[in-house]
């Protein structure tokens, strides 16, 4: 049987949700590598600071576009997210040292 999910994308039924490609905490982790405010990635994401504080506090979750606005800003800024484990997902700045 097929469903379609809340945003008109098929999936078969009882699937397992999507993996989550942001957490919380690694957007607090890409912001501190990259030595941005709640502010700074507000303005290069174009996602309201509110948005970014409860999302980071885990007062809701990121909808997918929301999430695909905050990695692309943290990519143009140098973060590069990399899949560790075979499942979990971890960060590095691409930035060279100077």
Same mark, same amino acid.
């Given at each position: ?5 809340q ?27 990259l030595?941005?405010? #709640?502010?700074? $990635?507000?303005?290069?994401? !174009? ?6 504080? @409860?999302? /980071? ?11 695909a #606005?905050?990695? $692309?800003a943290?990519?143009? !800024?140098?973060?590069t997210?990399?899949?560790? @484990?075979? /499942? ?11």
């Open positions: 049987m097929v469903d379609i999910d945003y008109g994308q098929r999936a078969a039924m009882g699937q397992p949700k999507a993996m989550i490609l942001l957490s919380p905490s690694l957007c607090r982790a890409a912001r501190g590598l030595d941005w405010t #709640q502010a700074d $990635l507000a303005e290069r994401s !174009g996602v309201s600071r509110s948005t970014i504080r @409860d999302y /980071e506090g885990n007062r809701h979750e990121a909808h997918r576009a929301t999430e #606005q905050l990695r $692309l943290f990519e143009e !800024g140098g973060i997210f990399i899949k560790v @484990d075979g /499942e979990k997902i971890g960060i590095c700045s691409g930035k060279a040292e100077e």
